[in-house]
């Protein structure tokens, strides 16, 4: 028992030397910026020489298959911000869609996450094959919540 004590006992000078932290020192960059603070956006660019993604082709889908189809895409995104935005924006608006917006929402959805995200908050612009699109616009006037609506994910069915 004596010898197990022996091992736990440490001498001053086999402790690691304690770094002391000072308020005037100058602070490193952070490695990982928060999301969504201009740090962050800054170092995510998206690229701009990838052409735009192509929905899988799915001939003689029903339009209340795609309709549902959409609104579990848009509850299971990936990133909680992207999935309560395009989940309550499903929510509103898919119902009213006619198979044409139900296409071109499919579209969107092919895109990342994030960029999705930041075009509809205004944090990026988007490309040409978004800017002026009816539905983006849509997209961002349910984002800017302007009604200050408390928003929750829709239940899926």
């Known amino acids: ?17 304690v770094r002391r932290l000072s308020l005037s020192a100058p602070r490193r960059k952070d ?7 201009p740090e962050h956006i800054a170092s995510t660019e998206s690229p701009t020489d990838f052409p735009p993604p192509t929905p899988l082709p799915r001939p003689n889908e029903a339009v209340e298959t795609t309709r549902a189809r959409l609104v579990y895409q848009s509850r299971k995104r990936g990133t909680l911000e992207s999935d309560l935005l395009l ?9 009213g869609m006619s198979a044409a917006e ?3 929402y499919d579209k969107l959805l ?18 040409e094959r978004w800017a002026d699109t ?15 609506a408390t928003r929750r994910m829709p239940d899926l069915f």
């Open 134 to 148: 009816p539905l983006l616009k849509k997209l961002a006037v349910h984002a800017r919540n302007e009604g200050k």
């Open 31 to 37: 490695p990982w910026p928060l999301p969504h603070s």
């Open 1 to 17: 028992m004596q010898r197990s004590l022996a091992y736990l006992r440490l001498t001053r000078p086999q402790l690691a030397p």
């Open 110 to 127: 092919d895109e990342p996450d994030w960029d999705i995200y930041y075009w509809a908050t205004g944090k990026r612009t988007a490309p």
């Open 87 to 95: 989940s309550t924006f499903a929510q509103e608006h898919l119902a």
């Open 102 to 104: 139900l296409r071109e």
